[in-house]
């Protein structure tokens, strides 16, 4: 039996249509060098349909065609978002803290024939374009920059505002497309191999807009300010210029402007209700904030993806200024809403936070199973970890072009029944909630078992005279791999190595224990900060780290004695 | 280009997944005369699979087979709502308010095989199953009954209870069908012609629940507990059945005790946070409310559609009870959520009660567009009348069977472009907020212009001498319908009929003054209560009124002198 409902397609055009109509006197502000500058959603949905004129027009951009955006979060830019996907085209988010040659790979890859840039990133692309000669045609500039940088552009440039200016303020949107077209694409920059595209449809944008919109996740109505700090061409904004012009919530667009001071000075002016950052920034906003003198407010809630935030932060922005931080977990692939860290009904105080500090809960759209060491599912008993696995109608399935996707081979990012593989090991509760542990390609496999790297090094971070530590997997005869810890000592530290795995000791189960040491004077970091384990393995393998053995043959002779026993024997 | 996104359907049985393990510890609470009764959802996942063991198994039930139920609100509804659309077959909700000969006219027109009732509303059934022979083969009683009520019936009686013991608490349900596939069945009550079968899909139930618990529509979360008062054989409660299930919100269900006493109490016990009504059953709890002793402190947000509440009532709630009282709009054929009254940003006061008082604004899923006397879309800026016409995934395009579809008929339901034609005539502001002035059906088309009969009846009823009027369309060889006002007056009232043409002249627009007038005893109701104005229009066809012809010499006499001008010369 089929139902009698209408078949009406979920479309990024009526998100648009109904944003700049019944919520019309909503507003886009953005942050500029003059202060605020604001425009209603009824303006944006005018502005919008005059840039697909000029696209299609002017410019030749057809039906499934990609158009590059390398912009801050600001107006121009939410009327590429609405634009671009409304009139059948395909908006392509840039990311402009990527290295040249990956925005090079990224725009080739993609072929995108147009770009629409801020001027004040003009001088990244520039530097590029000669790169892009035959792929680049159109660059579309907002906001003032140097002719000059353009100079050797074999293509057209465009004035933003002059290709707008004059041209019709509606357009023939297109509301009755198949759903699953594609609306718009987006790299991730993975740290190895080439950066992969997802391809969003406009039913995901849809479905993930009303996810963000439901109370159990943001909550946005119309009578919210969001502030999204987290970049547009990053996860795509956690999905917020959509959903505010679905729900009517204004937007305050802090354009480059995401340094301390103006972002608590824009907070006090503009006053918004809700924001969505990154922990880095968020961090140094707060010294701003308990230095100066900012009326925050209005401000109830952050939402702080992409890594945890640390519970002494959370409570610090809570106690000091009334400021609720929630966790959220999501990714490129997952559009980004994966889970959002609410706690349950009826708890309070330590209970309420152990919830918080998790990285939250799946909605009902996202299916999530742990894959343990040995392929099989483990349980979501907040104990047994395993590699997250999700399922959803705004999770990616494969990358754009087949990229990512090789039947059955381990390092596949989808398993055979199509789930996305993360990634990231961690445990889920029996009531859904995610803690992440580890990278999977971190993770140390030891004699099918896990060992979580993190844990490890936050143990030993933990003892006085550590400044650093990174644990990393390193191939061995009996066990396929075990832990070498790398450590770095403070200044004047007394503490030997036979110390730190004492201390560790205390802490961990001893199979977990790591039998190989080294002290380095520095732990390397990626460009974004993080510890760049790639090269700590490749100095391990070259034999470039002064290692020491502790405790390995006594360890091992147990382990061999009692192998059958499982975990506790190993190591 | 299409999208990379996972293809996964949206389905009940998703629900259903969803809120048994990752919302388990929420809660149904059903109201008896020996109080609360509580499961937990995982409980109800548990027992929900075995009733759909037990109709596949024992009943036989197949995949789109429509299974009836006649039953209040309660667990054991809840678990054929969650059971039966997610084992692939079809949960058809029974009116048990009907009359019988509708009753089982739509039992025969679905072809229900199997019923399952309520025993407190057995002798509904058991009164009509002789002109069921051949149809109802199974009935599944919950809850004790009288077994000679049965005695006649030629099929297979079974107790619930006894039908799922020992059953397996999981089961293969249907989560990667077509999403379009029919879910849930259930007939409109119209009071011309037989009733209309609405066939929701997987589609349209899942995405029906995501705008229930948006933010902006009802906002359900984890930490809410929801009293549906609406039954579930009504507009589906509206929705929140299976919004619950996808949000964690524990259900607090009233069963038969509608009365305002036990209301009360369940209230003062079961601490819901939410609540679902209808005006008449509210009225009563307002008086129940203020004469007693009750904690409703944990209750902030009733939600009341059907018809308008009247803003004293409302304000009552919010001020005596701190209860705040928001309107919605829908119908059967709008799964049913058609809007919610809450008001903008920025409004305060007097402003935010003339937002209250409307219907509410669409949210992005629901298209409205009015059509005008002349069938054409008349503009959206709160004045202009037209009938209601909506277009959405959750909206109806068409009746089960084909019924009430004659292409381009007058008396069609659905637009030839397939918008859902909903009978309604009203107003929507230009931020989207829609007024309902009268059923299209009442309204006197005079002149290729409207006049409300809602609109004359209000004021008429304003006098104080006036207890009840109605005003219905009267052939009319000049004008196609004038306005015959029929009304009771109080006892001892002194005014005359051109006294009350006088206080209405004050109110209305000339061209709306009616010339006809009757007094009558009583104004004839439906079985609902509502003004029953087919019975005055045959009333005044056949001469039984007595009518009185005031004003129309003069009247008709302007009309013909300055017809050109339009509305103010009419009448």
């Known amino acids: 039996m089929y139902s009698t409902m209408q078949d009406v397609p979920l479309t990024v055009a009526r998100i648009l249509q109904h944003g700049s109509t019944i919520h019309g006197r909503s507003t886009v502000t953005t942050w500029t060098e003059d202060g605020p500058v604001v425009r209603t959603f009824a303006e944006v949905g005018a502005r919008a349909a005059q840039l697909a004129h000029a696209l299609h027009e002017q410019l030749g951009v057809v039906d499934g065609e990609p158009v590059g955006t390398l912009m801050w979060n600001n107006t121009e830019h939410q009327e590429a978002y609405l634009a671009i996907p409304s009139m059948g085209a395909v908006l392509h988010t840039l990311n402009l803290r990527l290295p040249a040659h990956q925005l090079v790979y990224i725009v080739q890859h993609a072929a995108d024939r147009v770009v629409i840039v801020n ?19 159109h660059v579309v500039v907002s906001g003032g920059y140097d002719p000059a940088l353009l100079a050797g552009f074999g293509g057209t440039v465009h004035d933003y505002e ?5 041209r019709p303020t509606d357009y023939p949107w297109q509301t009755d497309i198949d759903e699953k077209q594609a609306a718009a694409l987006c790299y991730t920059s993975g740290t190895t191999g080439d950066p992969k595209g997802v391809v969003y449809s406009h039913r995901s944008i849809y479905l993930h807009s009303m ?4 109370a159990s996740s943001f909550g946005l109505t119309a009578r919210d300010t969001v502030l999204p700090v987290v970049p547009m061409f990053h996860v795509n904004a956690w999905g917020i210029p959509h959903a505010a012009f679905m729900t009517g919530a204004s937007l305050l667009m802090p354009d480059r402007f995401l340094q301390p001071e103006p972002l608590a000075t824009m907070i006090d002016r503009v006053k918004p209700t809700f924001g969505a950052a990154v922990p880095t920034i968020w961090t140094g906003l707060l010294d701003e904030l308990d230095a100066g003198d900012y009326d925050t407010s209005t401000l109830e809630t952050v939402v702080i993806g992409g890594s945890a935030c640390p519970p002494a932060l959370m409570k610090a922005f809570e106690e000091r200024h009334g400021i609720r931080v929630i966790h959220a977990w999501g990714m490129t692939e997952t559009s980004p809403l994966g889970t959002v860290a609410h706690p349950p009904a009826g708890v309070t105080g330590e209970e309420e936070w152990a919830y918080r500090v998790t990285q939250g809960v799946f909605p009902s759209s996202v299916q999530a199973r742990l894959i343990g060491p040995g392929g099989e599912a483990v349980p979501h008993d907040g104990v047994a970890e395993g590699e997250l696995e999700v399922r959803g109608p705004w999770i990616a399935g ?7 996707h090789e039947a059955d081979a381990p390092e596949d990012k ?13 445990t889920i509760t029996a009531d859904g909630y995610l803690t992440l542990t580890d990278r999977a390609k971190d993770v140390i496999k030891s ?3 896990w060992i979580s790297s993190v844990a490890l090094e936050n143990h030993l971070m933990a003892h006085p005279e550590v400044a650093e530590a990174a644990v990393v997997a390193v191939p061995d005869e009996k066990w396929g791999e075990r832990p070498l810890a790398t ?3 403070r200044p004047g530290a007394t503490a030997g190595l036979p110390e730190l795995r004492a201390f560790l000791a205390e802490r961990v189960a001893s199979w977990q224990l790591p039998e190989r040491w080294s002290v380095i004077e520095s732990v390397p ?21 002064a290692v020491t053995l502790l405790g390995k043959g006594e360890q091992r002779g147990q382990g061999e004695q009692g192998e059958q026993g499982g975990r506790a024997e190993q190591g």
Chains 1, 2 share one sequence.
């Open 119 to 137: 001027g004040s990133v003009l001088p990244l692309l520039a530097a590029v374009l000669p790169q892009l000669a035959g792929t680049v045609e």
């Open 162 to 166: 002059d290709l707008l200016a004059g």
């Open 211 to 214: 996810q963000i919109i439901a």
């Open 398 to 404: 494969a990358y754009f072009g087949g990229a990512g």
């Open 414 to 426: 989808f398993s055979p029944d199509g789930w996305l593989r993360t990634g990231d090991v961690g």
């Open 447 to 449: 004699g099918g078992e």
């Open 487 to 489: 450590v770095v000592l």
């Open 525 to 545: 970091k990626t460009s974004v900060g993080k510890f760049d384990k790639k090269v700590i393995r490749a100095d391990y393998a070259a034999d470039r780290l």
